[in-house]
């Protein structure tokens, strides 16, 4: 079975708008599973600059599929392999929250592979 590798990945800044409105990050950060495809999620890393917590959430299909809290001046790493598969034509977007008026910059990188 072939299988290609897929990233989400880049820097961002932000401003926060509350940790209570997720909103998509960058438009890059966008995903829809191909027709016939399937994909699973490897891992995700994140890197936080900012002074406060903030919060990234994976979205499919307009739902929270999953959230990874980053600390303030921290990163997480988060394996994923076999905990979800995205089935095909499946949306998948990036979002991020923090509390208002918070500033920074999010590294962010997300491996899946299509098969």
């Known amino acids: 079975m072939m ?3 897929r990233f989400l990945q880049g820097v961002y800044p932000f401003e926060g708008l ?3 409105k997720p ?3 960058d438009p890059g950060l966008r995903y829809v599973v191909p027709t ?3 994909t699973q999620l490897v891992y995700c890393r994140i890197g936080n ?3 406060e917590l903030i919060y990234v959430v994976v979205m499919r299909d307009d739902e929270p599929m999953r959230y990874f809290p980053v600390g303030a ?3 997480v ?4 392999r076999v905990v979800e598969d995205l089935m095909s034509d499946t949306r998948m977007e990036v979002h991020l929250a923090a509390p208002g008026s918070t500033r920074g910059i999010v ?3 997300i491996g899946m592979v299509e098969v």
């Open 3 to 5: 299988s290609t590798p």
């Open 18 to 20: 509350g940790l209570d």
């Open 23 to 25: 909103f998509l990050l």
């Open 36 to 38: 016939g495809a399937e």
């Open 49 to 51: 600059s900012a002074d």
């Open 73 to 75: 001046k921290d990163t």
């Open 77 to 80: 790493h988060v394996a994923l």
């Open 107 to 109: 590294v962010i990188d």
